[in-house]
């Protein structure tokens, strides 16, 4: 049984709190939040001790794995420190906004030997692996995708500084999707203004973007984000290729072909599937290298 700790306890941090309670190969054992009260309330919740200071918690609980789920700014050497002691790391995404910042953390964990993962749930999807098994051998032509949603509220995420805009913060689920089920891209252009949010108190963030790939197997595609309040949240991932068309919507996963179309609705919550491939892999050692971990 892995000793598990959690930093960050806002938004997502509720559904790894959630999992790890409820996996009986995992012992949740401390929360930390540099806002006090966050920290007491998800403690006294799930029955563990609360911290504000992160390197008393690693000294004091000295936990076997730990869930970092704080802001694309506020990372520090999180994960460096807790490289350094051995602890294993599933960390959300994006892991910080300044690559080489970013590339120095992969190091320090490669050096480690420890088992690391980033927060890319969507590969958890049943729905996914399912398309997955279908493109095996399959010669995509073309990939196209969307996410559509409204703002964050979260003031710091309509700060560039600090969430590195909609793509970089959130639509970068849909852009790790692709690279799962279409392959490395080699060449990447972009175009992205704030065009109709500018009253926003704050905002320096674009509002539409749109980027275009160049697979490295020749294929062709474009992925688009923006969250100017439209009355419906989006999400789709369309990859065509000679003969069918490969599409998923939100969870659910069409195939169409000449002759048929089949529609597979997802079964799974890919957030527990995560967390509980985290927690199998620490156990085990299977560090599963096609699920997302460095």
């Given at each position: ?158 700060d560039m500084s600090q969430s590195g805009g909609q793509l970089v913060e959130q639509t ?22 704030l065009r109709v949010m500018d009253d926003i108190p704050g905002i320096s963030i674009p ?74 892999a620490i156990v085990t050692g299977d560090r599963r290298p096609d699920s997302g971990a460095?």
């Amino acid at each position: 049984m892995g000793r598990v700790a959690v930093v960050g306890v806002g938004g997502i941090a509720v559904k790894h709190l959630q999992n790890f309670q409820e996996n009986e190969r995992s012992e949740l054992v401390a929360v930390c939040d540099i806002v006090q009260a966050q920290a007491e309330k998800a403690a006294s919740l799930y029955g563990v001790n609360p911290y504000t200071d992160f390197d008393a918690m690693l000294e004091k609980e000295r936990p076997d794995a730990l869930a970092i789920c704080v802001p694309p700014f506020a990372h520090g050497d999180m994960e460096e420190k807790a490289a350094a002691r051995g602890i294993h790391l599933l960390v959300e995404k994006p892991l910080g906004l300044d690559m080489a910042v970013v590339r120095a953390k992969a190091e320090a964990i490669r050096t480690s030997g420890i088992i690391a993962g980033t927060g890319y749930c969507l590969r958890y999807l049943d729905t996914a692996a399912k398309a997955k098994a279908y493109l095996q051998g399959k010669k995509v032509a073309m990939v196209r995708a969307h996410r559509f949603g409204s703002l964050v509220e979260t003031p710091w995420w309509r700060d560039m500084s600090q969430s590195g805009g909609q793509l970089v913060e959130q639509t970068t689920h849909n852009m790790d999707l692709i690279r799962y089920l279409a392959g490395g891209v080699r060449k990447v252009s972009a175009d992205m203004a704030l065009r109709v949010m500018d009253d926003i108190p704050g905002i320096s963030i674009p509002d539409v973007c749109s980027v275009n790939l160049l697979f490295e197997s020749g294929a062709v595609g474009h992925l688009d984000t923006s969250f100017v309040e439209q009355p419906d949240g989006r999400s789709s991932l369309e990859i065509i290729g000679r003969g069918f068309r490969l599409t998923l919507e939100g969870t659910a996963l069409t195939i169409m072909e000449k002759q048929q179309t089949v529609t597979y609705r997802s079964a799974v919550d890919f957030y527990k599937a995560q967390d509980d491939a985290f927690i199998d892999a620490i156990v085990t050692g299977d560090r599963r290298p096609d699920s997302g971990a460095i």
